[in-house]
């Protein structure tokens, strides 16, 4: 029985550590979503400023 608990413990600990993992990676493609949209941004804007220097 020891072993079966053994592989119980470790089976929870390995979906633990997925969970954390897969939090993590949402986080980051928010973080990147958000950068993506700055970028963007910042890309209209520079735009933007060699138009009006053209003019």
Known sequence: MKEYDDLIEELGGKVEKRDRLTQQI???????????????????????LEESEEN
């Open 26 to 48: 949402a986080l980051m493609a928010a973080t990147v979503a958000e950068l993506d949209i700055e970028i963007d941004q910042l890309n209209i804007q520079i735009d933007e």
